[in-house]
């Protein structure tokens, strides 16, 4: 199973421009892939990703400002003229359902395919999404309007096995390999226990990616994502302009990189940066102030976990 990784197809604020698109990115992780917010313009940045439409079959949407959604309604049409059958589910603050439906209606546009809405409310810590492969949480950031936060994290895996081991021990056959994966020890035929450890390797290291966009300078937060082995965080402004960032619910680049260093995240990658702003390298320098393994966001590079 190949590593999780993140594809940011728009990493600025407030309006597109010619270089610059809102927010939005791609989670592949566990062979899900998992559209997270949707400015203008994503449909265009997923055809340069190279990534199949087909493949997204979850959204998640932090909040109802226009520059995380406004490219949601042509993405979900773009689906349906494709010929898209396989259902899809969006994760969203209450409001964006009735959004969509009152534009699909009044275009008179009937879906080939179906979505389903779970509608996001809570204030506390919520798991929204609990399968074989992955987990899904919500959390509550602190912005002008109701926002969230999203946490995914892999579910462990079953155990490798040593065929070499294992090839020495006669009384284990293939039908014996699901046990032995999920971590139990071996009983041969004369009654001897064979230790798991022995015949298996370790299974790969649990992998966790937060995303935390729009909020202000919110230390609550760190309880939720501590240890996460990537943090996005929004870094609207620089400290120069930290008296405008609380004005309007935002981050400075050295409050993210504080927020990383409480959380002990094993790198920060910043994003969501105001488009005065034309030195991206900027906020790297200001967050590598106080916190050591930190990256920008650039449109199309993919990051790994």
Known sequence: ????????????????????????????????????????GTQVQIRKSKIKFNKIINIFISHLHGDHYFGLIGLLSTFHLLGREKSITIYAPKGLKEIINIHFKLSYTKLKYYIYYIELSS??????????????????????????GFIFKEKPSNRKLNIEE???????KIKDYKSIKL??????????IIPNSKLTFDP???LSYAFCSDTSFHIPIVKYIKNVDLLYHESTFLKSEEEKAIKT??????????IAKKANVKKLLLGH?????????????????????????????????
């Open 204 to 206: 790969p290291k649990i």
């Open 183 to 192: 971590g139990l020890d071996f009983k041969t035929n004369n009654g001897k």
């Open 273 to 305: 940066y105001s488009n005065r702003f034309t030195n991206i390298e900027l906020f790297k320098k200001e967050a590598k102030e106080i916190f050591y393994n930190v990256e920008t966001s650039v449109p199309l590079k993919k990051y790994y976990l």
């Open 249 to 258: 619910g935002h981050s400075t680049a050295y409050q993210a990189a504080y």
């Open 166 to 172: 294992i090839k020495k021990i006669s009384s284990i």
């Open 1 to 40: 199973m190949k590593k999780p990784s993140l594809t940011i197809l728009g990493c600025h604020s407030s309006i597109p421009t010619e270089k610059f698109y809102p927010t939005a990115q791609i989670l592949e992780i566990k062979g899900f892939y998992n559209l997270i917010d949707c400015g203008e």
């Open 123 to 148: 204030q506390e810590l919520e798991k929204i999404i609990d399968n074989d492969k992955i987990e899904v949480y919500s959390i509550p950031l602190n912005h002008r309007i109701y926002t969230n």
